[in-house]
């Protein structure tokens, strides 16, 4: 489903890294939400390889605007690649893949990516899913549940708005606990995901905080709120990983602690074409100022989500606005968010091809 809510629109965009990729199958899941089966061809298969919990980016054309939207793929490695779309209010390329019955003309799709994966060393986890969360979460569970010990808790309005109901019926995962806001639904639990309910679900279940890891994947507001849950209940940080699926919330307190106002001389290789130019440190983002150079840069949801745009430093510093997608690690690495990134150095040298 879409991991945010943004669009970008690009003039004589060459979309590099971009395939024309025709859709096989459109399936309705409910009244809100449909899955799209992409036929990847045979010469690209290696290039769509994915990790279940990855997702890819699209460019759609609505009306002659070029919008770009990433989506998590919900299928199995093995399967046809498939990702799940849910039908936004007023959402230009959610509503237009939900109105979809045919389409002759490929899409293009890039290859997959993204870092919500479970780590190779879980022998245990639970998954923790609101809404359009589950797709993510739906990969991860057809590839692991039947070799690792697996648990759901999952959140919706109500039984009707459930994403892959029956399928994850289907699946054998060890404990599933839905949540209903809207809807009293027998076995299942009253309200959202959230401090309260978690609190009580996890004291009728003490033993879910052995678990390796924990998954979590819906909007902003439920993973701070399951974050400091499990933190209360012991659980390190490290073993609690998470996928945003709206744009953050923008409080307007982030650290400035780095802030620099001067002018830095940037350089930026990206397929092997570089710019040099100015940037002021409290001007427009890197990834503003790249394209300003007419360089093809990668993007998509420009919220400091889907780490499309990600690149490394190579010489200098950068400061981030937000970061919702980047590891600790990835940031000790050099790594930056670009369309976050601000020059926090007279030389500021950055590379997307690392």
Same mark, same amino acid.
């Given at each position: 489903?879409?991991?945010?809510?943004?669009?970008?629109?690009?003039?004589?965009?060459?979309n590099k890294g971009y395939y024309p990729i025709q859709i096989s199958n459109i399936e309705k899941l409910n009244s809100k939400a449909v899955s799209v089966e992409l036929d990847i061809p045979t010469s690209?298969?290696?290039?769509?390889?994915?990790?279940?919990?990855?997702?890819?980016?699209?460019?759609?054309?609505?009306?002659?605007?070029?919008?770009?939207?990433?989506?998590?793929?919900?299928?199995?490695?093995?399967?046809?690649?498939?990702?799940?779309?849910?039908?936004?209010?007023?959402?230009?390329?959610?509503?237009?893949?939900?109105?979809?019955?045919?389409?002759?003309?490929?899409?293009?799709?890039?290859?997959?990516?993204?870092?919500?994966?479970?780590?190779?060393?879980?022998?245990?986890?639970?998954?923790?899913?609101?809404?359009?969360?589950?797709?993510?979460?739906?990969?991860?569970?057809?590839?692991?549940?039947?070799?690792?010990?697996?648990?759901?808790?999952?959140?919706?309005?109500?039984?009707?708005?459930?994403?892959?109901?029956?399928?994850?019926?289907?699946?054998?995962?060890?404990?599933?606990?839905?949540?209903?806001?809207?809807?009293?639904?027998?076995?299942?639990? %009253?309200?959202?995901?959230?401090?309260?309910? !978690? +609190?009580?679900?996890?004291?009728?279940?003490? =033993? $879910? /905080? #052995?678990?390796? *890891?924990?998954l979590i994947c819906g909007p902003e507001e439920m993973i701070h709120n399951c974050k400091e849950t499990l933190n209360f209940f012991g659980l390190s940080d490290d073993?609690?990983?998470?996928?945003?699926?709206?744009?953050?919330?923008?409080?307007?307190?982030?650290?400035?602690?780095?802030?620099?106002?001067?002018?830095?001389?940037?350089?930026?290789?990206?397929?092997?074409?570089?710019?040099?130019?100015?940037?002021?440190?409290?001007?427009?983002?890197?990834?503003?100022?790249?394209?300003?150079?007419?360089?093809?840069?990668?993007?998509?949801?420009?919220?400091?989500?889907?780490?499309?745009?990600?690149?490394?430093?190579?010489?200098?510093?950068?400061?981030?606005?937000?970061?919702?997608?980047?590891?600790? %690690?990835?940031?000790?690495?050099?790594?930056? !968010? +670009?369309?976050?990134?601000?020059?926090?150095? =007279? $030389? /500021? #040298?950055?590379? *997307?091809?690392?």
């Amino acid at each position: 489903m879409a991991i945010f809510n943004l669009f970008g629109k690009k003039e004589k965009s060459k979309n590099k890294g971009y395939y024309p990729i025709q859709i096989s199958n459109i399936e309705k899941l409910n009244s809100k939400a449909v899955s799209v089966e992409l036929d990847i061809p045979t010469s690209l298969k290696t290039k769509f390889q994915f990790e279940p919990g990855q997702y890819v980016n699209v460019i759609i054309n609505v009306n002659d605007e070029e919008h770009r939207r990433s989506y998590s793929i919900c299928s199995h490695p093995d399967e046809n690649l498939r990702i799940a779309v849910k039908r936004v209010e007023n959402g230009i390329v959610s509503n237009w893949f939900n109105d979809l019955s045919k389409l002759d003309e490929p899409i293009l799709v890039s290859s997959p990516t993204g870092s919500f994966t479970l780590p190779k060393n879980a022998k245990s986890f639970v998954t923790i899913a609101a809404g359009s969360g589950i797709t993510p979460i739906m990969s991860i569970l057809k590839a692991h549940s039947k070799d690792r010990d697996s648990k759901l808790i999952y959140g919706n309005k109500t039984k009707s708005e459930t994403i892959f109901l029956d399928e994850i019926n289907d699946l054998p995962i060890a404990s599933i606990e839905y949540m209903y806001s809207r809807e009293k639904v027998d076995g299942a639990y %009253e309200g959202r995901i959230d401090k309260d309910n !978690l +609190t009580q679900l996890i004291k009728k279940n003490i =033993e $879910i /905080l #052995k678990s390796d *890891y924990f998954l979590i994947c819906g909007p902003e507001e439920m993973i701070h709120n399951c974050k400091e849950t499990l933190n209360f209940f012991g659980l390190s940080d490290d073993k609690i990983l998470f996928e945003l699926f709206t744009t953050p919330t923008i409080s307007g307190e982030e650290d400035k602690s780095q802030e620099f106002n001067g002018t830095s001389k940037v350089s930026v290789l990206i397929d092997d074409e570089d710019a040099h130019f100015e940037l002021s440190g409290n001007g427009p983002s890197i990834l503003d100022a790249v394209e300003g150079e007419g360089l093809d840069a990668p993007y998509s949801c420009r919220g400091g989500v889907c780490s499309s745009c990600k690149a490394k430093i190579l010489e200098g510093s950068a400061n981030m606005d937000l970061n919702y997608s980047l590891t600790d %690690e990835e940031v000790k690495e050099g790594y930056i !968010l +670009t369309c976050q990134a601000h020059p926090t150095s =007279e $030389i /500021l #040298k950055i590379s *997307y091809d690392e």
